[in-house]
């Protein structure tokens, strides 16, 4: 009897003593970049000390419990900043730690190129109250070509006006990630 007390005493010592142990784990958080590109995958990497769990919240407020992160940004997000927050904990999960990571992304944008050889007029082309003038007869060839009104907006849908004064235009189109559009005004 003398013995089994003496055993489970020293089991639950041992226990004890391994449980206290544990090493306070120490949440670090890199990056391969500072700043993405709407539609890029950022990638975050724990580097962590002494953590046998994860936990990630992701800006949305999902989480995750992988080691490390891929989160897909949508080709449309605008100029934002994202927050990830990374939980480690022990073992036995009573340590644990915290860190933070700020993300900066940028808005994808996509090029549009509007030109006209019929008008003998200049053209003023506005899209979302920014207006550009056509100043030349010109076909235009690539985005951004000479005296067209060029245009670099965010990916998305838009509408578009253009008047020489006699004829009026109007019409919709839709921005991709690095795309270039070409309308001729006639």
């Keep these: ?13 041992i226990a004890f003593v391994f449980n206290g142990c544990q090493k306070q784990p120490t949440a670090k958080i890199t990056t391969d970049k500072t700043q993405y590109v709407a ?15 994860y936990r990630w919240t992701w800006p ?14 949508a080709d449309n997000t605008g ?14 999960g009573k340590k644990h730690d915290e860190a933070s990571k700020n ?5 994808a944008t996509g090029n549009v190129t509007f030109w006209n050889t019929s008008s003998p007029n ?6 979302n109250e920014t207006t550009k003038e056509i100043l030349d007869y010109n ?7 000479t005296d067209c009104a060029n245009f670099t907006l965010n990916v998305g849908s838009y509408s578009y006006t253009a008047t020489d004064g006699i004829d009026d235009w ?9 795309g270039c559009l070409l309308f001729e005004l006639q």
């Design 103 to 107: 993300i900066t992304i940028v808005a």
């Design 139 to 145: 076909i235009a060839t690539s985005c951004n070509f």
């Design 122 to 127: 200049f053209v003023e082309v506005t899209i």
């Design 1 to 13: 009897m003398q013995k089994i007390k003496f055993s489970l005493i020293a089991v639950l010592l």
């Design 60 to 73: 949305d407020g999902q989480t995750s419990t992988a080691k490390n992160l891929d989160y897909a940004t």
């Design 170 to 178: 109007s019409g919709n189109f839709s921005v991709t990630k690095n």
């Design 79 to 92: 100029n934002a900043t994202k927050t990830f927050k990374l939980e480690v904990f022990s073992k036995n």
């Design 39 to 53: 539609g890029e995958t950022v990638r975050l990497t724990s580097i962590t000390s002494d953590a046998d769990s």
